[in-house]
C-alpha cells in the first residue's frame, strides 16, 4: 500500500512510503531556495512534488495530514481557497490513544488526520533501531508550544500509551528566556525564532552554568507554574500550555536576570537547568513505568540540542538513545504516513534513508564557471593543496535540517581560520560552530567518545591531542557536533576521507550546509554559481571553479 503523509504548515513537507519502505520526503524548503521552515500554502506543491518520483495524489492508498493548534488552514488548490481540517494538537497530546486519525474531506480528496506529536512520535519510534528489531521504546515528544510528554511503545505503535508530561513546560521556555540576554534580546518574532534555539545553543557553550542563577530559575519557574495551575482550566497537566505558555514565560523573564551574574553565565544556566529538568524528569518517570523499556528515542524540536540529547545519553538512564535526523518538524509528514501505515497494516517500522529528499536539480549552469571532471581522490588532493572550501553536491537531498553531505560545505580543518571563514561566507555570527565529518572507525581516536553518530545530533569532545590539529571543528567549550560516516551510509564521503586522510593524515573535514542565508539547501549547482562564494563547486565527477579562481 502506498501512504502519503502532508504537513502544510511551517516545515511543509510530503512524504511518501510504499509497502513499508520510505520512497520520498521531499521538504518546502529545499524547493528553489523557499526561506527556512518554508510552509506549503498551495496543495498544488505537494502534487508537483510527488510527480518528481512519479506519484499523484489519486495513486496513495492512504492520504494523511498533520494535526496542528488551529482547527483548519485555508490552502489554495486546484485555482480555489479550499479549507483543510486538520486534527486535534492538545488534546490528542493529551489522549490515552494518540495515534487515533480523524476522517476529513476537502474536495475529492479524503483523508486522515492525526495529532501533531502522532507524527513526532511514530517519525521517531519507525524510524529506529528499536522498531526495526520490534523493541519497546520510551518516547519523548518536546515542542516549542508543548511539554515533553512521554510516551510507551511496546512495539505496536496502535497501541502507544501516553504516560504523561515530564515536567510542565514549553520548548519555547529555552528561547524564551535565554533569548531575554544579549546578545538575543533584539530579536525580531515570527520565523526567526524558530533559529534561535540553535543559536543560543552554540553561544551557552561561552559561559558556565552558575549555581545561583539555576537555584533562582527553579524557584522562579515553579511559582509561575503554580500561579498558572491556580488560574488554568486544564490543572496541573496544561496549566502552561501554548501561547499562554509562552506568555506567562515572557512576564517571567525579566525577573530571572541577577546582578553579579553576566548573561552568557545565565544563558549557560538555562541551558545546563533545562538539560538537567529533562535527566531528572525521566528518572522520576522511570520510577513509576512497570518493566520500563530501557531504549529512549528523543523527538519534538528540542531534540535538536545536541547538549540535552548527550545529557540525557550519558545520564545512564537508558541503554540506547535514538534521535531520528529530522526530530523538527521537518520529520511530521513521514510520520503521519507512518501513522496512517500502522493503523492500515499494522506495521510499526519503516525502511528508510536520509537520503530521501530530492533528487538535485538540472538547471543550466553559468558557463563562466570552468568545468572539469574530478574524481574524489582528485578532490581530496585539491582541497589539501589549496586549503580551499568546497560546495559538495551529490545525489538525492538529506532529511531535515542538517547538511549530511549531499548538500554541504566541505573544508579542511587544519586552520581555525577556516572556522571564521565559514562564518563569514555564510553570514553567521562568529560563535557559531562548525560541524566535523570523520571517518567512522577514525572518530574514537579522535573524540570522545567517537561512537557512531550519523546524524549531527550529539556532542563530542575533541580529545586534547587533537584539538590543535583540529581547530576549525572544536566549539570554545572543547566539544564538536559530529557527524561520522561509513561505506553504507555515504560512500561518496567516505571515499573523499579516505583520500584525504591518506594525503594529510586526517580523516576529517569541516561539514556545514550549502545554501543561501536563511533558505533551504541548494536544489542544484546553478544556485551554488549564484551564490558564489566559495571558489570550488564539486557535483558528481565535475569540479566547477569560479572565473575569478581560475584567472
Ligand atoms: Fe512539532
Request: proline share 7%.
Amino acid at each position: 500500500m502506498k501512504f502519503c503523509g502532508i504537513k502544510i504548515t511551517h516545515d511543509g513537507a510530503v512524504a511518501v512510503i510504499e509497502d513499508g519502505r520510505l520512497v520520498m520526503s521531499s521538504e518546502s524548503e529545499k524547493v528553489a531556495n523557499r526561506p527556512r521552515y518554508s510552509r506549503i500554502d498551495e496543495l498544488g506543491d505537494v502534487e508537483v512534488l510527488l510527480d518528481e518520483f512519479g506519484y499523484a495524489l489519486d495513486d496513495m492508498d492512504v492520504v494523511a495530514f498533520d494535526g496542528w493548534h488551529e482547527p483548519y488552514k485555508i490552502r489554495r488548490w486546484r485555482g480555489i481557497d479550499v479549507e483543510v481540517r486538520l486534527g486535534p494538537y492538545v488534546e490528542g497530546i493529551r489522549s490515552k490513544t494518540l495515534i487515533n486519525p480523524v476522517q476529513e474531506r476537502t474536495l475529492d480528496l479524503e483523508y486522515l488526520t492525526f495529532p501533531h506529536y502522532a507524527g513526532h512520535v511514530a517519525a521517531a519510534y519507525c524510524t529506529s533501531p528499536f522498531a526495526v528489531a520490534s523493541e519497546p521504546a520510551l518516547v519523548v515528544s518536546w515542542d516549542g508550544l508543548m511539554y515533553p510528554y512521554l510516551y510507551d511503545c511496546r512495539g505496536d505503535l496502535t497501541k502507544l500509551r501516553t504516560v504523561g508530561a515530564l515536567f510542565p513546560l514549553v520548548g519555547n521556555a529555552y528561547s524564551v528566556l535565554a533569548g531575554s540576554f544579549p546578545p538575543f534580546d533584539q530579536r525580531t518574532s515570527g520565523f526567526e525564532n524558530l533559529g534561535l534555539a540553535g543559536k543560543i545553543m552554540a553561544y551557552a557553550a561561552l559561559g558556565t552554568p552558575h549555581p545561583t542563577a539555576m537555584a533562582a530559575l527553579d524557584s522562579a519557574l515553579k511559582d509561575c507554574h503554580a500561579a498558572c495551575c491556580r488560574e488554568s482550566p486544564f490543572g496541573t497537566d496544561d496549566a502552561f500550555r501554548l501561547e499562554s505558555g509562552v506568555a506567562q514565560l515572557e512576564a517571567l523573564a525579566p525577573t530571572i536576570h541577577l546582578d553579579g551574574v553576566s548573561p552568557v553565565d545565565m544563558i549557560a544556566s538555562i541551558s545546563r537547568y533545562l538539560g538537567d529538568q529533562l535527566v531528572e524528569g525521566l528518572d522520576r518517570a522511570l520510577q513509576t513505568i512497570p518493566d520500563a523499556p530501557r531504549n529512549l528515542c528523543l523527538t519534538g524540536g528540542t531534540a535538536l540540542n545536541i547538549n540535552w540529547n548527550s545529557q540525557i545519553r550519558e545520564s545512564g538512564l537508558f541503554e540506547n538513545v535514538w534521535v531520528p535526523p529530522f526530530p523538527n518538524d521537518s520529520g511530521v509528514a513521514l510520520g503521519v504516513a507512518c501513522c496512517a501505515m500502522a493503523v492500515a497494516e499494522g506495521r510499526s517500522q519503516v525502511e528508510w534513508d536520509v537520503y530521501s529528499g530530492q533528487r538535485l536539480g538540472t538547471s543550466a549552469v553559468d558557463p563562466a564557471w570552468k568545468p572539469s571532471p574530478c574524481s574524489l581522490p582528485e578532490l581530496a588532493r585539491l582541497m589539501d593543496e589549496t586549503g580551499e572550501p568546497v560546495v559538495f553536491l551529490t545525489g538525492r537531498a538529506e532529511l531535515g535540517p542538517r547538511a549530511l553531505g549531499h548538500r554541504s560545505i566541505l573544508a579542511p580543518a587544519t586552520h581555525r581560520s577556516m572556522h571564521d571563514r565559514l562564518n563569514e561566507m555564510k553570514g553567521r555570527e562568529a560563535f557559531r560552530p562548525v560541524a566535523p565529518v570523520c571517518l567512522e572507525n577514525a572518530a574514537p581516536e579522535i573524540f570522545d567518545p567517537g561512537t557512531p553518530d550519523p546524524y549531527m545530533l550529539f556532542r563530542h569532545h575533541v580529545r586534547d591531542s587533537w584539538r590543535d590539529r583540529l581547530p576549525a571543528i572544536c566549539h570554545v567549550d572543547g566539544t564538536a557536533r559530529l557527524q561520522t560516516v561509513n561505506e553504507a551510509q555515504c560512500p561518496e564521503l567516505v571515499e573523499l576521507l579516505t583520500a584525504y586522510r591518506e594525503i594529510s593524515g586526517m580523516p576529517v573535514l569541516c561539514n556545514t550546509s550549502a545554501n543561501f542565508k536563511n533558505c533551504g539547501f541548494f536544489p542544484d549547482v546553478a544556485s551554488a554559481m549564484t551564490w558564489g562564494k566559495a571558489p570550488y563547486i564539486w557535483s558528481d565527477g565535475t569540479i566547477y571553479e569560479r572565473p575569478e579562481a581560475s584567472s
